[in-house]
């Protein structure tokens, strides 16, 4: 099974990777069909997050107009998933695998409603209200890829999972999202993005401009270093409750999706292991790996890989 796993592993361009980068690559080794599937859910969210977020990143704020025009995409997306679920037209390459792979739609609306807030909102008061936010933005897409892992395939088509799928996604998604939003730090912020909520700030003594600043270069202070060591103590929660929840529904899994689950858990495990709270600069050069870095992450993760 490793040659097989390497052989995938060996036809995998991870340089052209670019959106949903560690989703597509674990993804990269199921079969062909459930693949498929995963590139097709997450285009249409990725398509959805781009249109609020690029707006967002050239004009700052979202004038009422706007907001209406991208509620109403947002509503017109929401709909063609229930079409899915609700009538037999499969004339839609997403009401087809929603329908084909039994796509819960719950993930659906919760990435929705997640869109909805960031249309009408600009970053977020508390950490309870951006972990509620994550719930959309984090758990629903990390929970179609969970579903779709977790699938019995037979002769007639798929079987849902028999697990919880929403508790079994929620940890390694939290962990993974806390880590993303340090790790995109910077990225961010020249993009008018902000994920720190205002109450950790206030408590650190950080202001929106402190942010901004320490993103074009300036000093990292104490205040961010600490709030940054919130964050990672939470991440770090989560990190442990993944390894619970992996062991919990590994019998379950076919073979090729417990390595998958592996792969993107150690993929995010690389940057949460490169964040330095005492003395990082936090900027997207020392907080990314490179192409090649991911590689060999992954290739030492198929080479330890025991059933």
């Not at 079987?159 to 390694?172: G, N, Q």
């Not at 000093?219 to 993944?242: C, H, K, P, S, W």
Request: hydrophobic share 40%; proline share 3%; with cysteine.
């Amino acid at each position: 099974m490793i040659e097989q796993y390497l052989s995938i592993f060996s036809k995998i361009d991870f340089n052209r990777i670019i959106d949903h980068p560690n989703i597509l690559i674990a993804a990269a080794f199921w079969d062909e069909q459930r693949y498929m599937a995963a590139k097709t859910c997450y285009k249409y969210m990725r398509t959805i997050d781009d249109m609020i977020d690029c707006h967002k990143a050239e004009h700052k704020i979202i004038s009422e107009n706007e907001k209406q025009q991208f509620i109403n995409n947002v509503k017109e997306w929401t709909a063609l998933a229930h079409n899915a679920v609700n009538t037999d037209i499969d004339d839609h390459e997403l009401m087809h695998t929603i329908r084909t792979f039994h796509i819960p739609m719950w993930p659906l609306e919760a990435f929705a409603e997640s869109m909805m807030y960031d249309i009408s909102h600009n970053g977020f008061k508390t950490i309870d209200e951006f972990l509620r936010y994550s719930q959309g933005a984090s758990v629903a897409p990390a929970s179609i890829f969970v579903h779709l892992s977790g699938l019995k395939k037979h002769q007639k088509g798929y079987v849902p999972p028999s697990f919880d799928v929403r508790a079994a996604a929620t940890p390694c998604a939290m962990f993974s999202y806390l880590v993303h939003i340090i790790r995109d730090f910077q990225k961010d912020q020249q993009n008018n993005l902000n994920y720190f909520a205002d109450d950790t700030m206030t408590r650190n003594g950080l202001t929106c401009a402190d942010l901004m600043n320490m993103a074009r270069g300036s000093d990292i202070v104490v205040g961010f270093r600490n709030m940054v060591r919130e964050y990672l103590i939470l991440a770090d929660e989560y990190r442990q409750e993944t390894y619970r929840v992996i062991q919990d529904i590994w019998p379950q899994l076919e073979t090729r999706y417990r390595l998958s689950l592996l792969i993107i858990f150690n993929l995010y495990l690389m940057v949460f292991d490169r964040i330095d709270a005492n003395k990082g600069k936090f900027t997207s050069e020392e907080l990314n790996p490179s192409p090649s870095e991911i590689r060999e992450k992954v290739y030492k993760t198929i080479s330890t890989f025991r059933e």
